[in-house]
């Protein structure tokens, strides 16, 4: 069964101070993964898709990132308005997308 | 502006109700999606359709069902409303080929009395 985890489940920063997200998944032949953005009370906004290990993408401050057993989602520099959840999600080609359960990431002045 | 627009934001039905949850997108998508999303859970996918009147079950299809009758339009209903169906249900559609980023709608917050 396809698994996809995210971590940390929460995550505060101070304005400016760059980290990474995480999203570890176990899949049988990974056709594409996944990175959206969810702000409270609205739908999933996309982000970036990795085909391939050691794909990266860029968008203003954030970078993501694939390997074989992971991805990650730097961020740089961080502003109160990169303030969302952070959701994962691979494509197996089975079925449809398979979600993390996201990380919830604050951004304080 | 591409869309995907969903019928009510917010929806308080009683037990035992027969609940219709519409989704419209404009983009010409042949694949949508129902999703529900719930805290520690993330989003499960619920149903799934890659045209017209063609449906495919999801992880979770238990009391729900599914309408395509439009290319654009995708229904979910719930045959007979229970509490644990209380959730957050998104609908999302791709273009054919499912490697294609998933555009989502603003979902409806579903309470069940």
């Known amino acids: 069964e396809d698994q996809v985890t995210q971590s940390p489940e929460a995550l505060r920063l101070q304005e400016g101070e760059s980290s990474s997200l995480n999203c570890s998944y176990t899949?049988?032949?990974?056709?594409?993964l996944f990175w959206y953005r969810q702000d409270p009370g609205k739908g999933p906004e996309f982000l970036f898709t990795?085909?391939?290990a050691g794909e990266e993408k860029e968008k203003e401050r954030l970078k993501a990132t694939l390997t074989k057993k992971e991805s990650f989602l730097h961020i740089t520099a961080p502003k109160p308005e990169d303030s969302a959840t952070y959701l994962c999600a691979v494509y197996t080609g089975r079925r449809a997308l398979t979600f993390g359960s996201g990380t919830r990431l604050q951004v304080q002045p | 502006d591409v869309k995907v627009t969903q019928s009510s934001r917010y929806l308080v039905k009683r037990t035992g109700e027969k609940v219709f949850l519409e989704c419209v997108q404009d983009m010409d998508h042949e694949n949508m999606f129902w999703y529900r999303q719930d805290p520690g859970l993330g989003l499960r996918l619920i149903y799934f359709?890659?045209?017209?009147?063609?449906?495919e079950k999801g992880d979770i299809p238990e009391g729900y069902s599914v309408s395509r009758e439009k290319k654009e339009r995708f229904s979910l209903i719930l045959e007979s409303a229970s509490t644990n169906q209380t959730s957050m249900y998104l609908c999302?559609?791709?273009?054919?080929?499912?490697?294609?980023?998933?555009?989502f709608g603003p979902g409806t917050r579903l309470t069940v009395l």
């Open positions: 999302a559609s791709s273009k054919r080929g499912a490697y294609n980023e998933q555009f």
């Open positions: 899949v049988s032949g990974l056709r594409g």
């Open positions: 990795l085909y391939s």
């Open positions: 359709s890659y045209d017209v009147k063609m449906k």
